[in-house]
């Protein structure tokens, strides 16, 4: 018999400014690395004036870890230290491995009504494979599948297999799935989760209610106050569900449908050592990374 995954936290997505002055929420990152691990952080940069976004994300480093970047409207220019470059737009998605070490700008601008819609998250790579050179997995809209499943649910399949369909990333090393589910109005969905993994939605269109929890502020984040006004079994556009562990999860909408994104991930379980683009196992190796970046000997 399947076990049930249960809520473990609730997180309300809080503003903050990054880049060179980008304007964004942040649905975790900086905080409680093992209750996310494998991943870091997810940045929500949905943005409806250009005067929020378009100073960007100017060229900076990144270590040790992947930077993983979905977007649904507008287009962000891309290049690196290695050359590489180009634009990921609408339905796109770019899973890069930044590795030994990268240094790259990310320059968002908006679709013709000036709305730039993306997410980043970031995943951590083990020890054995934080040195290792960086690569770039990149996917058109038109490349990732999209499934139908039972009562009208639909799912973009990133990363993973569902119904048979796998996503066009693959081999990545934390064996993580990524999914974009869309669910009618008056509809429950059950999506099977690997046992032992990390499981979070972050919910982006309407309301729903995760794992039957008639209760969810119970799980509130300490000091987030977010359900003083939202005292209701249905959570909305910018929360953050953290899973238990468990063989699946149940989803259900009411009045209105919803959209959320899902993601899971193998837990690396080591420490962690962490500041800014840079992720490393210890306070000695990221001194070393900066040390590098400052002499020019970053770049392998």
Known sequence: MAEER?????????????GAGVHLKRAFGF?????????????????????????????????GIETITYILRGTVKHADSLGNGGVIGAG?????????????????S??????????????NLPRI?????????????????????ANGVTVRVICGEVAGQRGPIQNVIIEPEYIDVTIPAGTAYTH?????????????????????????????????NYFDT??????????LVVFSDGDQIQVATRETGTRFLLMSGRPI????????????????????AFEELQNGSFIK
């Open 129 to 149: 494979n934080k040195m290792m050179s960086p690569r770039y997995q990149e996917a058109k809209s038109t490349q990732i599948p999209v499934v139908t499943v």
């Open 110 to 123: 908006g679709d013709a009504d000036g709305k730039m819609y993306g997410f980043q998250l970031w995943a």
């Open 269 to 288: 379980r080591e420490p962690v050592a962490w500041y800014g683009p840079i992720v490393m196992n210890s306070a000695e190796e990221l001194r070393s």
């Open 6 to 18: 249960k809520i473990r936290k609730v997180m309300k997505s809080r503003p903050t400014l990054e």
């Open 31 to 63: 905080g409680e690395t093992e209750m996310f691990d494998p991943f870091l952080l997810l940045d929500d940069f949905r943005g409806d004036d250009p005067e929020l976004y378009r100073r960007g994300f100017p060229w900076h480093p990144h270590r």
């Open 92 to 108: 796109d998605i770019q899973w890069m491995t930044a590795g030994s070490g990268i240094i790259h700008e990310e320059m968002p």
């Open 230 to 239: 939202q005292r209701d079994a249905l959570l909305g556009n910018g929360t």
């Open 192 to 224: 099977p989760t690997r046992p032992g993994h990390t499981v979070f939605a972050y919910v982006i269109e309407g309301q729903a209610c995760f794992c039957d929890e008639n209760d969810p502020y119970a799980y509130e984040a300490e000091g987030s």
